[in-house]
Structures are given as C-alpha cells and as structure tokens.
C-alpha cells in the first residue's frame, strides 16, 4: 500500500513538467503506441508461434503443453487488440498462480494507483508506462505456459543484429587488442591512455544506435554495419552530432580512480553490448577499475535489452570465432574475467518496473546502496535516460541534476542517442540548429549526448 501511495504522489505531481504521453496525434509517443509497439508484438507472435509449432511436430511434448502454448498466443492477440483500440488496461490480466505473483501484485496495484480521470485506457497512460506494461504483460502470459515460460520472443532478432555488424566487430577487436598490448608493453603514457579512453567512450556511445524496438522491419538479413562507428575517422564526422559532451569533466573522475568500482546499467544486447564489453575492458586493463558490475534485464524487454543469457552468449560467440583471432582472444579474455568475480552480471527487478529512478530510493533501497558504492555508474541508452529524467517534458536546457531530482547514488554518466523526446542539459542553441537540419533530430538516433552528473 505504501508503495502505492507513493507511486501515486510521483504520478501527481504537479510542479514537475509532464510526462510524456499520447495526447497529441502525429507525436513520437502516438506513432509509438499506434504503429510501433503492435508491429513489436506480432513479430513476438509469431516468433512464439513458430517455436509451438516445432513443438507440436515433437513427441516429447504433450497435446496439453502445446494447447496450452496456444492459449498464450490466443492472449497476447487480445492484448494486441486492446493495446491498438485503446481499450481499459485489464487489471485482471496478472496471473496470480504465477511465478512472479509479489511483483504481479506491484504492477496491478500501480494501475489501480492511476486518477479516475485517466480511464485505465492505453491512450491515456503515461507513454513509459504504457510501454513498459506491454513488455511485462507479454512475459506474463508466457509464465503461463511450461513450454513458453523461458523462450525470448526476440532471441533470433538479437542474435542476427550481432551476426549483422560483424565487419564493426572485426573493427573493434583490433584496436582493442592494439591497446592491451601496449599497456601490456607499458608503452601507453597517461595522455594516450586519455585518448583511448575518449575514442572507446565514443564507441561505446554510438554503439547505442542498434536499437531493435525502434527497428520494426530489421529481418535479420541486411548488415547494420552502415549505422555504427567503428573507425576513429568515423568517430570524427560524428563529433558535430554530441549535443553535450562532458568528457572532459568525466576524465578528471577517471583519471583519478585506483582499482575503482564501475557499474554499467546495460541498454542493448548486439554490437552495443560488445562495446560495453571494451570500456569496462579498458577500466580494468588500464587500473582504473579493479571491478565493473554490469545491469541488465530478468526476462526479455523492450525487443533487444540485454538479459544474462545475452550476455554469455555473446561472449560464447567471440570464443568460438574461427574466422577471426581478435574476436576470440577478446572473448576469452572476458570469460575470465566473468569466472573470476571481476566482471559481474546482476539483473534487479526494479529495471523491468514501471518505475523512474527517482523512485528507487523508496523501491528498492538495496538497489541504490548498491549503486552508491560505485565511483562511477555508466547508464546506457534511451529507455534508462528516460527513467533518469522520469520522461518528463523538461525544459532542453534544464539542469541534468535538477531533472535527476532525488536520484544522486554516485557519479553518474549518461550515453546516449537520442530516440524519444526527453532531453535536458543542452544548449538552446545547439537544439535550434539540430532541428534545421533535421526535423527528427530527438528521435532518429543521429544525435547523442555524453552528460554527467558529480556527486558533490
């Protein structure tokens, strides 16, 4: 009831700027919920569909396990339904028998927690909300189903977005081994460890476009090498798309860390997780960090976020790389490092909560002492930034600490392209010129921003 209360009171408020949500017709939240989001949740249809059917065609399933997969089929098209004509959120959805019937309970009670002015309708819900409760309600119904309960819908698009940017990968690899050795040789003085770090930072930054929610009609068979940068040439013709860029305040933290502790909220699985993969290999190698602790998600969310099986499984891919040499030290490299507790992998519950992170103080307190003890916490992509500034329609030049509100656990680094409308700590100007050239320029991925918040 507390948390209710309290959910309640952050949904309220009204001296804070709105949330965003599906209001105006032709916005990025409207086209997100009328086009997007039902295009999602075919393709997660019939990637289910396809594994019944393999299923039914296996003796060691029984009729009742695949009638009963069917029935999860027969409820994620009701909800596609209710989701497209704006029908009530049915509360009655969540499942009580299941698995997760205390974070069922959080959820039901954060609906019933919504004004009366709201309806409950899908159209009517904040934007985050909305599109948070469709990923949770399609892990729902598959809790319902002993044949569905532990398949990813969107594993075969994850897995051909990595196969797809091979080339970058290939890319990457090289430099990041050129690096290890020379810090392995003692060759690399502190100016060009400053310039590695900057030019994987960037990497790490625009790795962030291989968005897979936001790709609807990626099949698995085109390259995304085109959309990554994996050259420091390229690096440069991207530099004039960072609207704030505050590495250089960031390497002043760095530089001073001595077998630091690092947290990286992870965003998505693919090229983006490798690269995630190469600065918190660059924290360790160069001594900076002597642990990094990754986040990701407990079940599949929002098509490509990294859950742990993601993460092995792409590490397992480098290993058995026999095209490539650099891939496969790499992945061994990192292997280690998980076996040995250096490199971490943790999944909270509180990511795959409709929940800011303005609100994990009073949620999941555990979560944020964990934080806390970080030197410093990377937060990857759109969705975390979204939680940071609890996707809110701030002013572009509101202060990153103002719109961060309660939420200061440790030095904090956003990265980030730009894939909705929530934005703060940028300069009107620049905001004015990017929208000249490009009239989508908060919601395409072509901008970026490198922003950070230092706990005084």
Known sequence: TNKTELF????????????????????FPFVTLKSRMPVILTKAIDSLHRFI?????????SIEEVREAKGV???????????????????????????DNNDARLWKSCINAFPASLEK???????????????????EVQLLSSLLKNVDPFQESKEASFHCSKKRIDELSQFMLAFVHNIVEEKGAMRERKEIFEVLLQFCLWGNKSDLSLMADFDGRDSLDHMQAGTEAHLQDLEEFILCDHTEDLWEIVSGMNGGIVHVVLDNAGIELFTDLMLAYWFFVSGHASKVMFHGK??????SDVTEKDLYWVIQQLMDSEDNEERKQLGKAWSKLFESNVFQFEADKFWT????????????????????TADLVVFKGDLNYRKLVADRMWPVDTPFA??????????????????????VGVNV????????????????????????????
């Open 402 to 423: 103002e719109a961060l509100q309660s939420f200061h656990p440790s030095n904090l680094l956003a990265l980030r392209t730009l894939k909705s409308d929530s934005v």
């Open 8 to 27: 309640l009171e952050e949904m309220e408020d009204a001296t804070l700027p709105s949330r965003l949500d599906f209001s105006q017709p032709k916005s």
């Open 298 to 303: 407990l079940y599949p969310w929002f098509v």
């Open 73 to 99: 089929i027969a409820k994620l098209n009701k909800l596609k339904y209710e989701m497209q004509t704006g029908k009530t959120i049915n509360v009655d959805s969540f499942d009580m028998r299941t698995r």
């Open 121 to 139: 309708k899908w159209w009517k819900l904040p934007w985050l909300f909305s599109e948070c409760f469709m990923y949770r309600q399609i892990h």
């Open 53 to 61: 059917s393999n299923c039914s065609n296996n003796d060691d399933h």
């Open 353 to 372: 909560c409709p929940f800011e992170f303005d609100a994990m103080k009073a949620h999941a307190p555990s979560l944020y002492s964990v934080l806390a």
């Open 429 to 456: 100007i620049e905001v004015e010129k990017a929208k000249k050239r490009d009239s989508e320029w908060n919601v395409n991925g072509s901008y970026a921003i490198i922003q950070l918040y230092t706990q005084q």
